[in-house]
């Protein structure tokens, strides 16, 4: 038989996450720190404004870039939480998910041998995308409390050199980039003549009285900026599947083509959901976030108590310990923990070159069973 996609059987391993859940399979007492979602209910009026999409027959193709009431929503969204100025119908397409943001932007952006820069550890998709589009993802590591080091980042930049992307707060080590680094960034940015990539989906979860920033607000970026956002973290409804890349209208109406002929639009009846999840309140989120600082500082404190070296993260809702200390790599500790004491914890080699010796813990998971988590967490590291 011929050969099938080199690019998908070589250069494209299966999902580590995904293994690491296998190994889950059948067991009743594992508690699970892996997964990159809330674990609050989807808001009523989201599913109620689903269904009623549903109970009027809204289940045929949509408008390839989505629904207008929808569109007109995020434009509103954008102007008023994200300070980008937008025109519906010119600089918006929905997606599937922050996924499909990221692919539409990679196929809208990039010429095979272009190079793509991103700090190092990051989001795992970043990494496996590149290949799909012929782009070559270099990796910029991290400095030690995870921020960004901009000498390094200068240094990588090549005349092929055509982006940068950037997710902050970050999945996976919960860094957020400050306004002074969001600021140097977008200077290299400009002085470099690049498209900056900036994956938002993160936006709302900030600690300590941070606040978020969008680079395509400050008006001589917007050109130059594609900004990803989705449903997932914010409303967690990672099943709606919906989310949307914002851009000066050449890079949507390129978008618009792919996406057309590539899954010709998104779910119909669930952007009705999106519409009502767009006009709630921004307060909705306020015990959201109480909750999820209490959880992020539980994680933090009892790491450091069990004596992991661990950076303190500032958003998102994931926190990334090192494990060099006890002479075991991420993938050891990972399958040791899930095998001995039933805790699912993301091996830190998953998300670039730069963390074989880390853990992603997610801590959207309730304080209850984050503590019994943890609990479990130092018998075995008080038995090692
Ligand atoms: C940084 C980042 N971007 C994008 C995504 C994908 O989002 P979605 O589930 O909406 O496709 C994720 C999901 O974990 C993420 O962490």
């Known amino acids: 038989m011929k050969e099938l996609s080199r ?3 070589e250069k494209t391993p299966k999902s580590k996450i995904r293994e690491l859940f296998d190994l889950a399979a059948g067991r009743s ?4 720190l892996g997964i990159g979602q809330p674990d609050f209910d989807t808001p009523e009026p989201i599913i109620n404004a689903n269904k009623a999409a549903l109970d009027k027959n809204i289940t045929h193709y949509a408008p390839t870039r989505g629904v207008p009431e929808l569109l007109q929503q995020i434009e509103k969204k954008l102007h008023d939480f994200n300070h980008i100025e937008t025109e519906w119908n010119k600089n918006i397409i929905v997606s599937n998910g922050g996924s499909q943001a990221l692919s539409l932007t990679f196929a809208s952006l990039f010429n095979p041998g272009d190079e793509l820069i991103v700090n190092s550890p990051n989001f795992i998709s970043y990494f496996y995308l590149g290949p799909f589009y012929g782009v070559e993802v270099k990796e910029i590591e991290r400095k030690d409390d995870f921020s ?5 980042m200068r240094d990588a930049i090549t005349d092929k050199t055509k982006a940068i992307l950037i997710n902050s707060p970050n999945n996976p080590t919960g860094y957020a980039m400050s306004r002074s680094e969001l600021d140097e960034l977008m200077q290299i940015v400009l002085e470099e003549d690049l498209y900056l990539i900036s994956d938002e989906v993160y936006e709302n979860y900030l600690y300590d009285g941070m606040e978020f920033f969008s680079p395509a ?3 001589e970026m917007f050109e130059r900026t594609i900004t990803l956002n989705a449903m997932s973290k914010l409303y967690s409804a990672t099943g709606f599947r919906l989310g949307y890349a914002v851009a000066r209208a050449e890079i949507i109406d390129l978008m618009e083509k792919y996406h057309q002929y590539t899954i010709a639009g998104t779910n119909h009846a669930a952007q009705y959901g999106f519409i009502e999840a767009l ?3 921004n307060t909705f989120f306020d015990d959201i976030l109480t909750t999820f600082r209490e959880r992020r500082d539980t994680a933090h404190n009892r790491l450091i108590q069990m004596g992991f070296e661990v950076v303190k993260p500032k958003g998102a809702f994931y926190i990334m310990p090192s494990v060099k200390n006890f002479n075991m ?3 050891d500790f990972s399958e040791r923990v899930m095998k001995e004491i039933g805790v699912a914890i993301v091996p830190g080699h ?3 070159s730069y963390s074989a010796d880390k853990l992603r813990i997610s801590y959207a998971t309730e304080i209850g069973k984050l503590n019994e988590a943890m ?4 018998k075995f590291m008080s038995n090692l």
Do not use: A, N, Y
Not at 29 to 32: G, K, P, Q, R, Y
Not at 148 to 152: I, L, T
Not at 375 to 378: A, K, M, P, T, V
């Open 7 to 9: 690019i998908l059987k």
């Open 29 to 32: 007492d594992v508690i699970s």
């Open 148 to 152: 960004p080091d901009f000498e390094q």
């Open 217 to 219: 607000s400050r008006e």
């Open 279 to 281: 006009k709630m309140e």
């Open 329 to 331: 790599t991420g993938q």
């Open 350 to 352: 998953v998300f670039g």
């Open 375 to 378: 609990d479990r967490l130092e």
